[in-house]
């Protein structure tokens, strides 16, 4: 007899079964440490496949002879609806557990030791472990505080019919009663529409036939609907909404629009189709639309028919012909109107976004009472985390997210606002009155019972449970109504501010769209959207003089800065509030219509008549009372021991008139001035964030800058030729068109400083198809550069360097390519063919590469073989990495190298000129009398040092503890949090700093799933880096090439694989090393040594070789390789010694070593470890043994030099007004 979980007996109860591989648990309460299964994740049950839903662990209550005990099942999968538990023998013999059948005595589970773990039922023709009747409550088990993220799931939401009608946007009675067999985590009863008032009124309609345009059944993504809906202007401008309607799914894609020009349409489309093909493969063969793209926008259908794409248009004004964009469009708008209840009608682009939301997850009767988010997406939407529109939320704060304000114990910890969308499964959209913010959060509690009603008294409510200092804030940019004045006359705007993240609700500017074109302007925010990073403060200390001073040249500006970020707006305290709110009379309700956007085009302004039988003047009194409380009675600061409040502030710091008008031209002006003094100088960690693209510049404060910038860089591509411009219409059809963009990047120099803005006009190589062409472009390896430096130490070599300007665009392109024109720069009707390689094709650095290989050849240069970025002739090397490029020869040869310098300027535009000083962010330092150089990256290790928490600096690098793999499931955030700081960390550890390569190699193991102990390991060698940051790699002061090598045996106790280490010294300096983990597993010392021996030996030869590919010679021809290992120095020259080993890769390096070794190319010396270089390399060494090791390495502190270096940036008169202005300030 078979039954369902509903009617089975043991349904609540543990069975033991035999076949099962796995636990098998169908009540997700019963689940401790649950994660999420991944996509796909199934077993068999007989021949069904059941999906699971996740993994945990399960306590199972067991009787013993001694009385319940509890046994915790780990990695239990999670089956929803499955018809009872199941406990898998399997899993248990595994634990030395077995099941005792003997007929004398009770059936059990037995331990190893034969100890009795569980007496066994029979009930039902089942051995039953636990027995709980069915008619237990399943939400009897221990409850328990969940955690939900993006790993694990919430519990399946039971509630009433009306509510689910509510939470999923007004669906129809039969909708909801489907919608348990079509979503995960849904228990409801379906109502009928007329029940619900909101239904009745916004589902009105008129009955239209509409017979299916086809009877077959289409692919998905084949037949697309087009259709249009305009709304009133929304609070970012749009005004028209495109649906995109799948017909063979149902689902539903939304993009907003500023206008309805066939510009507009044009470039949404193409979006649309970018995005359809890049993320679901979908190439549309049909689309239908109205009789308005035959009509009325003849440039649309031309687009269209461009594509290949078959129109299929409805009669002149019969729309219901239109019947799956219409009809879609009809159900968006009803849900639309249902969900919208007394919101304010401006937020109709909020509404309707979560009308398709939620209309993508509702279950159709034309998909079989499946939701088009199934029929696409082939799984059952997840529908736990959705709530009732409209209802009340309260936020977590800011202040109680991060801790700030402990003290505070009875501050509220929430904002009261209200739920207006969802942004993923656990971050919603909520928008906060008292704010005037839309913010997006995961810290949220809901109220459905409540929803906004637009009253006066509901918002005061809200208001009355924020905190003073949290209202003061809010409070602080609105200008209280004088009370004498007309209110008739007052017509200030309202605005809403939008946030998408909640800690950077006070730290918003707004934008101005007047000089952009609006056909980019399209919006569709079917994933969440990363917010905009606020600009930085640009405050006091980020103007410094020469010395490092801080000044106060900026604390005029910095008032307007900050009133940058609030928008630069001020609106009265009545329109503030009645903004939000519909004013219920007393003899009966009336709500008041909302007027157009008023102001800019990113803010949100609502306006109402503010007239006394709008607002009680008593009411308004008490509310002009409670602000002033609130906002101007706090003491903000001391003068002279003496409190000041902020009304006295306000009254002291007035705001100009002209402020108010042109805020961000006033800053703009400041911010000129002083960029023009040349004793005022901006550090890079105050500047505003760069643009992010060209519309961005209106509303940047060194947008001017940046549009300079702009020109400076087309002009140069025009002298260049880069490109050909060509109609539109004369471009081949199947010819993909790529876009491009702006890339903005402040230019600083080499302490930090700004000097001046970039704009750089890139490609977008991403979107051209893969052609199975080589694309590859070699650049200078780090050994290499070290290499060459230690050869310009040791023979006191010149280096000058030299920047190719726009690099890429001196290689001609090989291939047909055509792209759109500049953003902000574009002409209708025209693109570009280009003719250059521009930056972001695929094949530019290669092109650029063959194109200066093949210059310098013509030059009379040889390439090296074993370094494809280095060239030498008669004595002078040039080398170059990208666009970087620099020449090193001796004195002697100083004239014929200019002669060189000066034939390549003729091809091609360099700057410089100079003494190499920075390369690849490497500070190069010389003491040519001496003979040296160093290497040093205190500036990088200054930038990634920020990635630390603050933490005691240490000593070493890394502590003696073996680091062990993580027993939990890090979060997306902790693994790419983890491996920044690791990317981090390496560039430093490969180029100059080897004293922390074997802890960077140690914590790289850990990249898939780090845990809180490898975050801390990595920040411990952040920390080390940054108090240690000045030192820096020596080069020189030596003759000799010098290799060590060594292994630390077995030292990884998770899989016993050994660590080896090489390093190599060219004329006293450390050019090479590398510490890593060996591949396989060895059985012995030597043989670790052994595979240790021949990394080191294989390296050497080839550093050997590009010696003598630079013609270097050595006073021997020999390399010598140091081993604290005399058997596996004694395996190597001796004659009849030979290695036992079962490896065969361990013996084949056996061989080859004694074959070099015999040859004369290697030999191989015995070092005590404490003298090997290489020791360190293998192993976490503490206190003196690493201070003795950085010596070795050649590691050295340089603080004098980088203090020193910093004079000579000054010229005479700016080191005479340096030294006048220290002596001033020392009262000299």
Not at 380 to 389: C, D, M, S, T
């Amino acid at each position: 007899m078979s039954f369902s979980i509903s009617k089975y007996p043991l349904c609540n109860s543990a069975i033991l079964d035999t076949g099962s591989t796995v636990h098998i648990f169908n009540q997700i309460s019963r689940f401790n440490n649950f994660r999420a299964a991944r996509d796909g994740d199934f077993l068999w049950a007989g021949d069904n496949k059941v999906p699971i839903e996740g993994f945990g662990d399960v306590d199972v209550e067991v009787t013993g002879p001694s009385g319940s005990s509890i046994l915790r099942l780990y990695d239990a999968a999670f089956c929803d609806n499955f018809a009872c538990n199941l406990i898998s023998f399997n899993e248990l013999s595994k634990l030395g557990i077995w099941l005792d059948t003997d007929p004398n005595r009770h059936m059990s589970l037995r331990r190893s030791d034969r100890s009795v773990l569980a007496l066994i039922k029979q009930k039902h023709g089942q051995l039953v472990v636990e027995d709980i009747d069915e008619e237990f409550s399943r939400h009897s088990f221990l409850t328990r505080r969940n955690k939900f993220n993006s790993y694990t799931k919430r519990k399946p939401q039971r509630a009433t019919a009306d509510i689910w009608h509510l939470r999923l946007g007004h669906p129809g009675p039969q909708a909801l009663e489907h919608l348990v067999n079509a979503s995960q985590g849904v228990r409801i009863k379906g109502i009928p529409t007329h029940k619900c008032d909101l239904c009745a009124t916004a589902k009105a309609k008129r009955q239209i036939r509409r017979a299916p345009r086809e009877t077959d059944v289409l692919e998905p993504g084949e037949r697309l609907a087009l259709d249009f809906h305009d709304f009133e202007s929304d609070y970012e401008g749009y005004k028209s909404l495109l649906l995109v309607t799948d017909r063979s799914s149902g689902f539903s894609w939304d993009y907003y629009l500023p206008d309805r020009t066939a510009t507009t349409i044009n470039c949404t489309l193409t979006q649309v189709f970018d995005y359809l093909l890049y993320q679901y493969g979908f190439k549309p063969r049909v689309i239908e639309c109205d009789n308005e793209f035959v009509d009325q926008k003849p440039a649309v259908k031309d687009f269209l028919e461009r594509k290949n794409l078959k129109l299929e248009p409805s009669a002149p004004y019969t729309q219901a012909q239109n019947g799956g964009a219409e009809r879609s469009g009809g159900v968006i708008k009803e849900k639309a109107r249902a969900m919208r209840g007394n919101l304010p009608a401006q937020l109709w682009s909020e509404i309707v976004k979560t009308a398709v939301y939620l209309n993508n997850r509702t279950p159709k009767y034309r998909l079989r009472w499946k939701s088009p988010y199934e029929r696409l997406y082939k799984r059952k939407p997840a529908q736990e985390h959705l709530r009732v529109y409209g209802c009340k939320a309260f936020a977590m704060t800011p202040a109680a997210q991060k801790k700030t304000n402990r003290l505070k114990k009875l501050d509220p910890r929430a904002w009261i606002g209200y739920l207006i969308g969802y942004t993923s499964s656990n971050v919603y959209r909520v928008w906060i009155p008292s704010l005037n913010r839309i913010i997006s959060t995961r810290d949220v509690i809901f109220d459905e019972d409540q929803v906004f009603d637009g009253t006066l008294e509901t918002l005061i409510l809200d208001v009355k449970e924020a905190d003073l200092d949290e209202l003061a804030q809010t409070l602080q940019r609105i200008s209280l109504p004088n009370s004498t004045s007309n209110q008739g006359s007052q017509q200030d705007s309202n605005y809403f501010e939008i946030d998408s993240d909640a800690h950077n609700v006070d730290n918003l500017t707004g934008t101005d769209e007047a000089d952009v074109p609006k056909y980019v302007e399209a919006r569709f925010e079917l994933l969440p959207t990363p917010p905009q990073t606020p600009p930085a403060a640009l405050l006091a200390a980020s103007i410094r003089e020469p010395g490092g001073g801080e000044t106060d040249h900026l604390s005029s500006l910095q008032g307007e800065w900050k009133f940058l970020e609030s928008g630069g707006q001020e609106a009265t305290a009545s329109s503030d509030l009645e903004g939000f709110i519909q004013q219920r009379q007393p003899g009966g309700s009336e709500s008041h219509d909302l007027t157009s956007l008023q102001g800019e085009p990113s803010s949100f302004a609502v306006h109402f008549p503010t007239s006394r039988s709008v607002m009680d003047p008593k009411k308004h009194k008490v509310w002009q009372a409670a602000f002033n409380a609130g906002r101007l009675g706090n003491t903000v600061l001391q003068v002279n021991g003496r409190a000041l409040d902020r009304a006295k502030e306000q009254r002291l710091l007035q705001v100009p008139k002209e402020r108010l008008e042109r805020p961000l031209e006033a800053a703009r002006e400041k911010l000129a001035k002083l960029l023009k003094d040349p004793k005022q100088r901006i550090h890079r960690s105050v500047l505003p964030p760069l643009p992010s693209r060209h519309r961005d510049l209106d509303d940047h404060l060194l947008g001017q800058y940046f549009k300079e910038a702009e020109g400076e860089h087309l002009k140069s591509h025009r002298e260049m030729g880069s490109w050909l411009e060509v109609k539109s219409k004369d471009v081949p059809r199947k010819i993909t068109i790529l876009d491009c963009m702006w890339v903005y990047v402040y230019k600083f120099d080499k302490h930090g400083y700004f000097k001046n803005c970039k704009a750089r006009l890139v490609v977008r190589g991403d979107q051209q198809a893969r052609s199975g062409q080589s694309t590859y472009a070699a650049t200078l390896a780090g050994r290499s550069f070290r290499t060459l430096m230690a050869i310009s130490a040791r023979f006191d070599l010149e280096l000058i360097q030299y920047d190719a300007v726009n690099a890429f665009v001196n290689a001609q392109l090989d291939e047909e390519v055509y792209m759109k024109m500049p953003p902000g720069h574009r002409r209708q009707g025209y693109l570009l063919r280009l003719v250059k390689a521009l930056y972001g094709l695929r094949k530019s650095p290669l092109l650029w590469h063959r194109e200066l290989t093949a210059t310098l050849k013509r030059m009379g240069f040889n390439s090296v073989p074993h370094e494809p970025c280095c060239l030498t002739l008669d004595g002078i090397i040039v080398f170059f990495y990208v666009d970087d490029i620099v020449f090193a020869y001796n004195q002697k040869n100083a004239a014929k190298a200019k002669n060189l310098e000066a034939q390549l300027q003729t091809r091609y535009k360099l700057t410089g000129g100079k003494d190499l000083q920075w390369f690849l962010g490497i500070e190069i330092l010389r003491d040519r009398e001496q003979l040296l150089i160093w290497l040093s990256q205190s500036s990088y290790i200054e930038k990634i040092g920020k990635l630390a928490s603050t933490t005691r600096p240490p000593m070493t690098p890394m502590s003696a503890i073996e680091l062990l793999p993580y027993a939990g499931n890090a979060t997306n955030t902790e693994v790419h949090s983890y491996q920044v700081k690791v990317g981090s960390l390496l560039y430093a550890a490969v180029i100059t700093r080897p004293d922390v390569s074997f802890a960077v190699s140690r914590l790289a193991q850990f990249n898939s799933n780090p845990g809180p102990e490898h975050h801390k390991a990595a920040d411990r060698v952040l920390q080390y880096l940054v108090s240690t940051s000045t030192l820096a790699l020596q080069l020189g002061g030596g003759d000799d090439f010098e290799v060590a090598s060594d292994a630390s045996y077995a030292d990884n106790s998770i899989d016993r694989k050994s660590s080896q280490a090489y390093a190599m010294k060219l004329f006293g300096g450390l050019i090479g090393w590398r510490a890593n983990k060996q591949d396989t597993v060895t059985t012995s010392t030597t043989e670790a040594e052994l595979l240790a021996l021949s990394q080191a030996a294989k390296e050497s030869i080839f550093v050997s070789r590009l010696l003598e590919d630079l013609a270097v010679k050595l006073d021997s021809s020999q390399i010598t390789i140091q081993c604290d290992n005399r058997q596996t120095i004694r395996l190597m020259t001796e004659e009849i010694a030979s290695l036992k080993t079962k490896l065969r890769h361990v013996d084949v390096h056996n061989h080859w070593l004694r074959q070099e070794v015999q040859k004369g190319t290697i030999k191989v010396t015995y070092r005590p470890s404490t003298e090997l270089v290489a020791d360190g390399l293998t192993k976490a060494l503490q206190g003196s043994k690493f201070v003795e090791f950085t010596r070795q390495l050649g590691l050295h502190n340089i603080t004098a030099q980088l203090n020193a270096r910093e004079l000579p940036e000054f010229d005479e008169e700016e080191l005479h007004d340096y030294i006048q202005t220290k002596l001033e300030d020392l009262g000299l």
